[in-house]
């Protein structure tokens, strides 16, 4: 059972338009979102995260939006730039412990034509 | 500073071959882990650990081993190479959470072919 998902295995973008990376969940204990972006022959690397008591945090270029309600979480990037060009997991942690499991989803390719 | 290190970089394996995947971080962080990435999965915990002498199963424990003797080192042994391990595998470190949403950085991964 995918506890966390991304329903666009990809997602191809014109350089200065928006990126829109969807993600969706089906456990409410999930406490933090992170988004991560991973290069070819890279591990992940952390890009931004939000609290399940926010809606929103933003950083440069990028936002993350939360909808508990419907369980959803996007991650949009303005402008996108061809270095953008990556693979992006979703990833969700539980609440309660000293622990950091984190369960990712399956991850959306974005590709950022110039 | 040099992170998360993982060796080896690729590795081929025959069935019932066993072998060690080597991870090290030095930014003294309490917890590692250990993912691996297959097509269309994402990335699954396999194992980790809150400290030294600690370690606990994730999402996918069978067939893997591991330890924690150190801080700095958790390495991830497969006793006998199957090739459903056929993967590529991930260390990660963080602090342990406090306050919560703590980043995990990430090693460049371990290509592993079983066959």
């Known amino acids: 059972d995918q506890q966390v998902k991304q329903n666009s295995p990809s997602l191809s973008v014109q350089e200065g338009r928006i990126s829109i990376l969807n993600c969706d969940y089906t456990?409410?204990?999930?406490?933090?979102f992170l988004w991560y972006k991973k290069y070819p022959a890279e591990g992940p690397t952390f890009l931004i995260s939000i609290s399940s008591i926010k809606d929103k945090n933003e950083d440069g270029r990028f936002t993350v939006f939360l909808n508990k309600s419907a369980k959803h979480l996007s991650l949009h990037i303005v402008p996108s730039q061809p270095g953008d060009s990556a693979v992006y997991f979703c990833a969700a942690s539980l609440r309660g412990g000293a622990t950091n499991k984190l369960i990712f989803g399956t991850g959306t390719l974005l590709a950022v034509q110039p | 500073n040099a992170g998360v290190t993982q060796t080896p970089k690729f590795q081929v394996l025959k069935t019932g071959q066993s072998m060690t995947l080597q991870c090290a971080q030095d930014m003294n962080h309490e917890y590692m882990s250990w993912y691996r990435q297959d097509p269309g999965m994402g990335l699954r915990l396999i194992h980790y650990s809150v400290g030294a002498g600690i370690t606990d199963q994730g999402e996918v424990p069978n067939g893997y081993n591991v330890s924690r003797s150190t801080t700095e080192d958790f390495p991830l042994r497969l006793l006998s190479a199957a090739p459903s391990q056929t993967s590529v595998y991930f260390c990660?470190?963080?602090?342990?959470?406090?306050?919560?949403?703590?980043?995990?950085?990430f090693g460049p991964g371990t290509r592993l072919l079983v066959l």
């Open positions: 456990n409410s204990m999930f406490d933090y």
């Open positions: 990660a470190s963080s602090r342990v959470r406090t306050a919560g949403g703590e980043t995990q950085y």
